[in-house]
């Protein structure tokens, strides 16, 4: 890709490398907040990161004193942001998910960051709050994110997300579709 699918300003690269049943919406790495368009088929589920942490261990191959860091060490990491979670609202069609919190997902274990890497040299370890929405029906929909971590030091605990993405489902509308209860939308729980 051009640039990292979170970096995308707009929405222009909402397409590229999106295959199979799930549509991948992107977040912000939180130095800013992104309005973004974009046109989906009607047959996708939908992946919306709330926020997010990702820990690797990326060492460079050529240092031979480079100490591996452990599975478990990069799962604490990677979840102690989401310990202390200080807001999180998704709103659909401008009606509000209740409880966002019981949408978290940790990795089981570790996993290569690039799945052509050996996954000693580039094991990651993920922890956050997402959503897999049903297939939307077409047209317009409008998926708004706004969460926080509340953590006290200067790094990723002071993290903020805001993101909205207006969706064209099943083709390019100018309608905006009538707002669907959250009933029946969600496929899971992440619990």
């Not at 060490?73 to 966002?100: F, K, T």
């Not at 077409?138 to 990723?156: C, I, M, Q, S």
Request: hydrophobic share 40%; net charge negative; with cysteine.
């Amino acid at each position: 890709m051009p640039i990292a699918p979170f970096r995308d300003p707009d929405g222009r690269l909402c397409e590229l490398g999106q295959e199979g049943g799930v549509w991948f919406l992107a977040g912000t790495d939180g130095t800013f907040n992104a309005q973004r368009e974009c046109v989906i088929p009607a047959d996708r589920h939908i992946l919306v990161p709330v926020i997010n942490m990702r820990r690797s261990d990326v060492r460079d191959r050529r240092a031979a004193h480079a100490t591996p860091k452990s599975c478990e060490a990069l799962q604490a990491s990677a979840a102690v942001n989401n310990e202390r979670l200080g807001s999180a609202v998704v709103l659909i069609d401008g009606v509000r998910v209740s409880d966002v919190t019981r949408y978290r997902i940790r990795s089981d274990g570790c996993f290569p960051l690039i799945p052509e890497m050996d996954d000693d040299y580039a094991k990651t370890a993920a922890d956050g709050y997402w959503l897999l929405l049903k297939p939307l029906p077409p047209g317009r929909h409008t998926v708004t994110v706004g969460a926080n971590y509340a953590a006290d030091d200067d790094g990723f605990g002071r993290m903020v997300q805001n993101f909205e993405y207006v969706l064209h489902v099943g083709g390019k509308s100018q309608m905006a579709s009538a707002p669907a209860g959250m009933d029946g939308l969600l496929v899971a729980e992440g619990r």
